[in-house]
Each structure stands twice: as C-alpha cells, then as structure tokens.
C-alpha cells in the first residue's frame, strides 16, 4: 500500500471503526487490548479497490502507513517472528532487539516488549501478542513467573516513550504493544483497571453494509458483476441477509463451498444454510412434503378429534414453513424458525397430540419430536440446562439439552410444554431464537433453530372457560389471559410481540369427538390384549354403552379424563379377571356385563377356545370370587 495518505483526519477513511481508533490514539496509549471478532477477515481500501486481509496483515498495513518499520508477532506456539519476512523489517528488527531469542521465556519476552516500548533508536515498530489469553492458566491466580511478567507489563504501559520518525507522521507516539485476547477478562483485571495507558477495543461481527461490500467482493468468483447486472446485485443483498451473524471469514468459506457444489450465484442462501448446520440434506426442500402436508388436511383431524378451528389454523402455519414464508413480513426473515406454534387452552383437549401429528407430516415419525417439560425449569438456574453452564461451571465441557440437539439435528419439532411453568429469566433465551433463530450456548457456540417448527404448550386462562362457552368466547379469554400473563405478570411483552398471531387456542371436547375418543382407546386396549397375550378381546353393546356413559360424562379434563375413566372402569377391572383366568393364547373374550359399586368396577367375561369350550369369571375383589 502507498504511504502517500492524507494528514490525520483524512487518513484511514473506510478502514474499520477499531483501525480508525487505533491510529488516533497511538500518541497516548501505549498498549492495547483488542477482543472479539479476532479470527475473521477485515475489509481493507487499497487505493481504488477493496480487499479483505486477515487482522494481522490489516493492523500492518494500517501501521506501517504511519511510518512502522517492522512488527513483532509472538504467540506460545510459534515463539518470536518478524513481520513482514523481508530484509528491511528483519535489520529494523535487529536495530531494536539486538541478538534476540526465537522462543523467549516469559522473561525474555519482557526483554523484547522494552526494546520495542522503550528504543534506543528511533525507530516505529509494535509488538503484537497473539493467543495473549493462554499466557496465564488463570488471570485471578498466577503463578510466580506469571504474576512476575504482567507487573513488568504494567510498569511498562506507564514508562513506555513515544517515538520521532521522519515522514507521514513525524509527531511522536508510542510504539504500541497490541494483546488480542478471546475476551477481555482473559487477562489480570489489575493490569488494564485504572490504567490510562491502555485502551481496550472490542471488533465486533460485520454489520450488513460490511456483508454486503463482501458479497459483491466475492460475486467474481462467479463472474458476475453486481455493478452492472441488477440481477446479481439483488443475489449478493439476499447473500448479505442470509450471513446474518456470519463473519467475512465465514462468507469467504462459504462461497468456496458453492463452488465445489456447483451452486449458482444466486443459490447461495442454500450454501450458507449447509454451512451454518453442517448439513446437506433439507427435510423442507423434499418434494414430497407438499403431498404429505396437504395430506394431513385429512388425516390430522381424524387423529386430533374436536378442534377444526386449531388444527386448519395449525396446518396453515406448516404450510406458510414449507413453503419458507414464515416471517415474510420482515425485512430479515431468513434466518427466524421455520414455524412457531403457541398452543393454550384446557388441558387433555390434544395440544401434545397435534404437536405429535405435525412431527409424523414433516419427517415421518411422530415420536422425532424434541419435549421439555418446562414445569422442570421452575428454578432460574435450571437455564444451563437448555444451553450448557457458564465457563469455570461443573459441567460446562458437556453442553446444554437444547442446543446440542439442535446442534445435532437441526430439523426438529421442539416442544416446550407448560411454558408458563418456567423462570422469567429461562423466557429470556427464547427472545433471540424467536427474533434471529439463533442461540449461543455456554461453550461460546452458535446454534441455529432456522429449520427448526417450535411448539409451545399453555394452560394459561383455563380457570377461565367452562364446556359450553362459544369458541369465539374461549379464545378471547384465553389470548386476553395470556396477553395479561406475559404483560403484567412477566413484564415480558416483548415476548409476546414475537409469538404474533401463532397463538392457537383449542376448545373444549364436545360430546361427538368425546364418543370417537372414547371408540378410539377403546379400540387400543382391545388391540394391546392381543398383541401382549394373543387373547381377543369383545365387548357387547350394552357394556359399550354404559362405559361410554361413565367416561363422557364430564368432558371437563378433555381427551386424558377419557382415558383416565376408562383405566379405572375398564381397564383395571379387565386386568384382574385375565389374572384369575389365565388363559392360554388363541381364546376369545367377550365382556358380557359390568357392575359398579362406589369405586369397585367389576366385569363378567366370557372366555371360549377354538375347541368350542366356554368358561367364565367375574373381576371383582378375590374374597367375592365364585
């Protein structure tokens, strides 16, 4: 790059904002502490064009413009280099350092920081420390040798001398000793606290205009050029919203990756998918799907009975995934979940059963989904279970629940039952997820829930609604209960806001889907006895009819009441009259009658082999035994 810039003040125009800050304060800071986006690569104005140049050869060329002759680079790994390996950085080099060690102890190193921080000839240099946070095994308890290094470093931030150079900039500043460290604490707090002498700066994640200015930069690896073809202009912008939260590093890599699939410019969405998940196949992307979705028009209601109105609007909802409009409204919409389900209303009324329907449509198997009891996450600490402990927790190498599975395999359907049970702090985290799909967990990993169907479960407003209500009465209720619960309760309405108008709310069983309920487990347990002992099972109508009657009868605790009333009525009593028979396989049994007194259910069963052979046997209490 030529030396030839404007004066300070003109200088460095469109370099990042923490290059700008670096020159500007080179005349009263003598170290700096530069954290965060480290690894990534940087946008760098040469002269008409841009490039991209990882942060060492950036922090380079932005110095030695100011009149540096060499940099020092020193990590624990590779010891003590030059930079740049030419001639005239390694003489300027040996001008400072005279005959110096390649791999330094902690103590020579102090030796090389106050040749460069403090010269004896003026000559501009810095001393860069990469991999600065592995010096220390702890910053909040050194060892001797460690303790020892970081006060030489502190004395020297305040006694270090500024340097006159001929040139661009001949006012004097200091040659600068520049840590990078994973994260500010990483090194000892007493070090930079109260210390004028050294300027900490954090790089942050590229903004969209930096992703933008790369995805341009990268369309000539497909020959395109966005300046004259609207087209390609449009593919890098779309390319640009895609990375949200991608570094240029990662963009780089990504374009290498559609270049070895063959993926056009304007297919790179896809590519940067398969980067972020680290997979290749996309469940949503199957053409199948389409079918089995408008498929479950049919089959979800005859397996969720009694709520037209939550299953249409549900099935809405997956198709709006599938065909990857979810949050199409938006200005950014890519990278938000693929769907998001708020299911409420009384309990047993088939919340996790339409939850389990929508599972078996996407991939096949209804038992894919990912259930977390949130009554479970009651206790505001019971957080690091879903992403992992902080650093320095038991347990932190392991990960979290939630996002290792995701991590594992993004195409899920996630149930949060009972969300309402949580700690307002656990709600936190589903604030991000629902705003960019995306949640980093305790190890500093990112996880991306963009093709992930969220589901969440809710009481919330039961107490409310009785049977009989209209629907249009039960679901003001119960969204007017919700709303009041995230708004006054949590003080949490933010939440609410992302949610939008995915609230289903579900009515109550009504007595028609009660009775096809009821025909339904009826049926299982008939099924369960032949397949566990090879009997077959009958009922006679008027046993049918009195149990229907017992177990819809109060529709109050919906679907699970149902089952409920029939394990206690039929099941129960059933069990123990197969004990006093113990039949062989192959016979069949008729239930002929049925008998309640207070809580004691009791069945007469007619039993007949293949042979023609009848025996029968009632269930009541043994000592009632014929």
């Known amino acids: 790059m030529s030396t030839d810039q404007p004066t300070l003040g003109g200088r460095l125009m469109g370099w990042p904002p923490f290059i700008r800050e670096l020159d500007a304060t080179l005349s009263v800071h003598s170290q700096y502490v530069l954290s965060g986006n480290l690894y990534d690569s940087f946008l760098f104005p040469n002269d008409d064009e841009i490039a991209l140049l990882p942060l060492r050869e950036l922090l380079w060329e932005a110095l030695q413009s100011s009149g540096l002759s060499c940099m020092l680079v020193y990590d624990l790994v590779d010891g003590l280099r030059i930079f740049p390996e030419d001639d005239d950085a390694l003489a300027a080099a040996e001008k400072l350092l005279g005959k110096w060690d390649a791999k330094p102890s902690l103590e020579g190193l102090t030796k090389h920081l106050a040749a460069v921080a403090r010269p004896a000839e003026q000559i501009r240099a810095a001393f860069l420390i990469e991999g600065a946070s592995r010096i220390a095994a702890s910053p909040t308890d050194l060892q001797p040798a460690e303790r020892d290094f970081f006060r030489f470093c502190e004395k020297l931030s305040r006694t270090a001398r500024p340097v006159r150079a001929p040139g661009v900039r001949p006012k004097p500043f200091y040659n600068p000793i520049l840590w990078l460290v994973e994260r500010p604490g990483d090194l000892p707090p007493w070090l930079v606290a109260e210390n004028d002498a050294i300027r900490?700066?954090?790089?942050?994640?590229?903004?969209?205009?930096?992703?933008?200015?790369?995805?341009?930069?990268?369309?000539?690896?497909?020959?395109?050029?966005?300046?004259?073809?609207?087209?390609?202009?449009?593919?890098?912008?779309?390319?640009?919203?895609?990375?949200?939260?991608?570094?240029?590093?990662?963009?780089?890599?990504?374009?290498?990756?559609?270049?070895?699939?063959?993926?056009?410019?304007?297919?790179?969405?896809?590519?940067?998918?398969?980067?972020?998940?680290?997979?290749?196949?996309?469940?949503?992307?199957?053409?199948?799907?389409r079918r089995r979705v408008l498929d479950g028009e049919r089959r979800v209601p005859e397996r969720v009975l009694g709520q037209p109105q939550a299953v249409t609007k549900t099935l809405d909802i997956l198709k709006r995934a599938v065909l990857g409009l979810s949050g199409a409204q938006a200005t950014k919409s890519g990278a938000r979940p693929r769907g998001v389900l708020f299911f409420a209303g009384p309990t047993g009324t088939g919340k996790t059963e339409l939850a389990k329907s929508i599972t078996e449509l996407v991939f096949g198997d209804d038992s894919a989904y990912l259930r977390f009891d949130m009554s479970e996450f009651s206790a505001e600490g019971a957080g690091d279970r879903l992403i992992g402990s902080p650093p320095g927790y038991i347990g932190h190498e392991a990960g979290g629940e939630l996002t290792n599975a995701v991590r594992e395999d993004p195409f899920r359907v996630i149930l949060f039952d009972e969300i309402e049970k949580a700690h307002p702090r656990i709600l936190d985290k589903f604030l991000q997820i629902l705003e960019d799909g995306r949640l980093t967990d305790g190890r500093g990993h990112t996880v991306h829930f963009s093709e992930s169907i969220l589901i969440f479960t809710s009481n919330l407003g039961s107490s409310q609604v009785v049977p009989g209500l209209g629907y249009a009465e039960i679901e003001h209720r119960i969204k007017s209960a919700i709303s009041d619960h995230f708004t006054s309760t949590l003080n949490r309405p933010e939440l609410l806001n992302r949610l939008g108008d995915n609230v289903i709310v579900f009515n109550f069983i009504g007595p028609e889907a009660a009775s096809?309920?009821?025909?339904?487990?009826?049926?299982?347990?008939?099924?369960?006895?032949?397949?566990?002992?090879?009997?077959?099972?009958?009922?006679?109508?008027?046993?049918?009819?009195?149990?229907?009657?017992?177990?819809?009868?109060?529709?109050?605790?919906?679907?699970?009441?149902?089952?409920?009333?029939?394990?206690?009525?039929?099941?129960?009593?059933?069990?123990?009259?197969?004990?006093?028979?113990?039949?062989?396989?192959?016979?069949?049994?008729?239930?002929?009658?049925?008998?309640?007194?207070?809580?004691?259910?009791?069945?007469?069963?007619?039993?007949?082999?293949?042979?023609?052979?009848?025996?029968?046997?009632g269930s009541g209490p043994p000592d009632e035994q014929p």
């Open 516 to 617: 096809k309920i009821f025909d339904l487990q009826l049926a299982n347990i008939c099924r369960r006895v032949t397949e566990e002992h090879r009997l077959s099972l009958a009922v006679k109508s008027e046993v049918m009819g009195t149990l229907r009657e017992w177990c819809t009868g109060e529709l109050d605790k919906g679907g699970r009441g149902i089952g409920m009333a029939l394990e206690s009525h039929f099941v129960n009593p059933l069990a123990r009259a197969l004990f006093e028979l113990d039949l062989p396989p192959g016979q069949q049994i008729t239930v002929r009658s049925i008998r309640r007194e207070g809580s004691i259910v009791e069945l007469e069963l007619h039993s007949e082999d293949s042979a023609g052979s009848a025996d029968s046997a």
């Open 200 to 289: 900490e700066l954090t790089l942050p994640r590229p903004h969209l205009g930096d992703r933008q200015v790369t995805a341009r930069l990268l369309a000539r690896a497909f020959a395109a050029d966005p300046e004259t073809d609207h087209s390609a202009a449009e593919a890098c912008d779309a390319f640009a919203e895609q990375a949200d939260g991608l570094t240029l590093q990662s963009m780089i890599e990504v374009t290498r990756l559609a270049k070895e699939r063959n993926v056009d410019l304007a297919d790179l969405p896809d590519a940067v998918r398969t980067y972020k998940l680290g997979v290749l196949d996309n469940p949503w992307s199957r053409g199948h799907l």
